[in-house]
């Protein structure tokens, strides 16, 4: 049974450019949440999707967007990248009723110079 | 205040201790708690759940929720240097889709 997978594992931007993150839910799982985690911090939520939609969003600016496909695979995209914007980026997943347990994926590194 | 509060450590303790790892926090609507191990470049693993307040007992681990103090614990017996690792807490408001609020994470070094 496969976990959570993310693409890609580590990434190099730049100031101003546009990232694409990927992730696939654990199997069976229908709600994908994505979590930001800087250096020596925990994880803070992002936002989260069900049904192809997004259902709640934590504090993060509109640069942050993202989207859920009918396979409930998910994208997160950052436009404008700043230098505050380096992080792990976790994808975590769930059942939408019935369960407040998250799976996690080993996250993308995401550097921005 | 933050709503989670968690000693960030460095935590280093020698084979075979016990530890003892704690949170507080501050919304009391708060009834889901749970303990995420987190190795160096890899994603939260969940490690235990606790629904309102109680104990918890799974093998070598112990979770503890006091929400009269508003206070969680993780205790670890008989530590192994694979238990060297970030821990952190987490909680939620509400069931199934309520996002989780984390804990800073300690750094437990468990020396062999």
């Known amino acids: 049974d496969a976990g959570v997978t993310q693409s890609p594992t580590h990434l190099i931007k730049t100031r101003g450019q546009q990232v694409t993150l990927r992730c696939s839910p654990k199997?069976?799982?229908?709600?994908v949440s994505w979590y930001q985690q800087a250096l020596g911090q925990g994880p803070q939520f992002i936002f989260q999707?069900?049904?192809?939609?997004?259902?709640q969003r934590g504090n993060f600016p509109d640069r942050f967007s993202g989207h859920q496909f009918p396979n409930y695979s998910s994208e997160l995209n950052v436009n404008a990248l700043l230098l505050g914007d380096s992080a792990l980026y976790l994808c975590?997943?769930?059942?939408?009723?019935?369960?407040?347990?998250?799976?996690f994926g080993s996250g993308t590194q995401l550097s921005v110079l | 205040q933050k709503e989670v509060e968690q000693d960030p450590g460095p935590l280093s303790v020698p084979e075979g201790a016990i530890v003892s790892l704690n949170c507080t926090y501050s919304?009391?609507?708060?009834?889901?708690f749970m303990w995420y191990r987190q190795y160096s470049r890899k994603g939260p693993e969940l490690l235990m759940y606790?629904?309102?307040?109680g104990n918890k007992e799974d093998g070598r681990f112990t979770a503890q929720v006091d929400k009269s103090s508003k206070y969680i614990s993780l205790f670890i017996r008989d530590s192994q240097p694979s238990d060297s690792a970030t821990y952190l807490c987490?909680?939620?408001?509400?069931?199934?889709?309520?996002?989780?609020?984390f804990g800073k994470g300690t750094r437990l070094s468990v020396i062999a």
């Open positions: 999707y069900y049904e192809e939609e997004e259902r």
């Open positions: 919304n009391s609507a708060f009834q889901y």
């Open positions: 606790t629904y309102s307040s």
């Open positions: 975590a997943s769930s059942f939408w009723e019935g369960s407040e347990k998250l799976f």
């Open positions: 987490a909680m939620s408001a509400g069931s199934g889709n309520t996002p989780l609020v």
């Open positions: 199997s069976g799982h229908d709600t």
